[in-house]
């Protein structure tokens, strides 16, 4: 592994796919910061998803948006959550949709609220009911105002207690009517004041 560090990043680039999938876990954690930065895209496929699950979060934090671009569906649901933590927004819209959709809910609840806020809609709206469960009250706080209005109503009916309360005054107007249609009776209750207050006549009905 000290041999490993100590390859300067064009060496580390001219390494073949081969040689990349050849590394050890042991070799992969010693990598620095400036060497995962310059790995490729060939490289970063190359990578076992026992790699993957390896890296450190400031070697994630390390991969070029390209880099990540190049992660498969295979390898993410292989990340550790502190690796997903520490994804960043321009990271986190560099992945395919097939990758975000291929994340397990306990990956899901680590993202950060950055990451969230770079989901598309579409990616939002596909998100499983597990996932919606296991949305966080921050997570949930940072949702844009047009995923809000993504979410499907058989996602809708997923959200704890805890996260429907967590949604801000500023979200609630992008409910439609539909969505809040299908809220169950305990989800109605979770409800607050402010919330209640920063819907239109329409929406208060829809309840």
């Given at each position: 592994?000290?041999?490993?560090a100590?390859?300067?990043?064009?060496?580390?680039?001219?390494?073949?796919?081969?040689?990349?999938?050849?590394?050890?876990?042991?070799?992969?954690?010693?990598?620095?910061?400036?060497?995962?930065?310059?790995l490729?895209?060939?490289?970063?496929?190359?990578?076992?998803?026992?790699?993957?699950?390896?890296?450190?979060?400031?070697?994630?934090?390390?991969?070029?948006?390209?880099?990540?671009?190049?992660?498969?569906?295979?390898?993410?649901?292989?990340?550790?959550?502190?690796?997903?933590?520490?994804?960043?927004?321009?990271?986190?819209?560099?992945?395919?949709?097939?990758?975000?959709?291929?994340l397990?809910?306990?990956?899901?609840?680590?993202?950060?609220?950055?990451?969230?806020?770079?989901?598309?809609?579409?990616?939002?709206?596909?998100?499983?009911?597990?996932?919606?469960?296991?949305?966080?009250?921050?997570?949930i706080?940072?949702?844009?105002?047009?995923?809000?209005?993504?979410?499907?109503?058989?996602?809708?009916?997923?959200?704890?207690?805890?996260?429907?309360?967590?949604?801000?005054?500023?979200?609630?107007?992008?409910?439609?009517?539909?969505?809040?249609?299908?809220?169950?009776?305990?989800?109605?209750?979770?409800?607050?004041?402010?919330?209640?207050?920063?819907?239109?006549?329409?929406?208060?009905?829809?309840?």
């Amino acid at each position: 592994s000290g041999q490993i560090a100590a390859l300067s990043t064009d060496q580390v680039e001219a390494l073949t796919s081969t040689q990349i999938g050849a590394l050890t876990t042991g070799q992969i954690k010693a990598l620095t910061t400036a060497q995962i930065a310059a790995l490729t895209t060939a490289q970063v496929a190359a990578l076992t998803t026992g790699d993957i699950a390896a890296l450190g979060s400031a070697q994630v934090a390390a991969l070029t948006t390209t880099a990540v671009s190049a992660l498969t569906t295979t390898q993410m649901p292989a990340m550790t959550t502190a690796g997903i933590a520490a994804l960043t927004s321009a990271q986190m819209a560099a992945l395919s949709s097939a990758d975000v959709l291929a994340l397990t809910t306990g990956q899901i609840a680590a993202l950060s609220t950055g990451a969230i806020l770079a989901l598309t809609t579409e990616e939002t709206a596909a998100l499983s009911t597990g996932d919606i469960a296991a949305f966080t009250t921050s997570q949930i706080a940072a949702i844009g105002t047009d995923d809000v209005a993504a979410f499907t109503t058989t996602q809708i009916p997923a959200f704890t207690t805890a996260g429907i309360a967590a949604f801000t005054t500023a979200q609630i107007p992008a409910f439609s009517t539909s969505q809040l249609g299908v809220l169950t009776s305990t989800q109605v209750a979770a409800l607050t004041t402010a919330q209640l207050g920063a819907m239109s006549a329409e929406q208060f009905s829809a309840l």
